[in-house]
């Protein structure tokens, strides 16, 4: 018989997240958002990310995209969603992705923070946000910002805007 640690120790941690498009002037654009920090400080290229956070497997993970965006962003988000095929990043955590048509402020971003331990090794707790800002990208542009593992969203995205 198994323990509930012992399965839950080897089940793949999960994330959900959101990917909001946009039409302007004829050109499709995305909603990223870059991680907060002082790693992330200096990064941009690979780094940013559709917004989203892990979730526990008893909740629904629709819902846990939304909570996440609107942790990370401070905004609501609602509409028609489209499910994304899940992407598995090399550690094995699986990212569940949904898109949907929406206007998301970047100028009205207001993350939760997380604490941590900063400098390194120094003893002292420093608060930071979780994301610092958020932009609009065109596609290809996107893929040069977004982190390599979630390009597949933006790819799945483009195919199902150019079927329809």
Request: aromatic share 12%; net charge negative.
């Amino acid at each position: 018989m198994f323990s509930y640690f012992a399965v839950t120790k080897y089940m793949p941690k999960q994330s959900a997240g959101i990917l909001v498009y946009r039409t302007l002037n004829n050109l499709v654009q995305v909603f990223l958002v870059h991680p907060g920090g002082p790693f992330f400080r200096n990064k941009d290229n690979g780094n940013w990310s559709v917004p989203k956070g892990e979730y526990d497997t008893s909740e629904d993970p629709l819902k846990a995209a939304q909570r996440e965006f609107e942790e990370e962003t401070g905004q609501t988000i609602d509409g028609d969603f489209i499910t994304l095929q899940p992407i598995k990043y090399k550690s094995g955590k699986i990212v569940n992705a949904w898109a949907v048509e929406g206007k998301p402020e970047p100028g009205l971003v207001k993350s939760n923070f997380f604490e941590m331990e900063w400098p390194p090794r120094s003893g002292k707790m420093a608060s930071f946000p979780e994301v610092d800002r958020a932009e609009w990208f065109d596609l290809k542009m996107a893929r040069q910002k977004i982190l390599p593992a979630q390009i597949p969203f933006i790819d799945e995205l483009e195919q199902l805007l150019s079927a329809s």
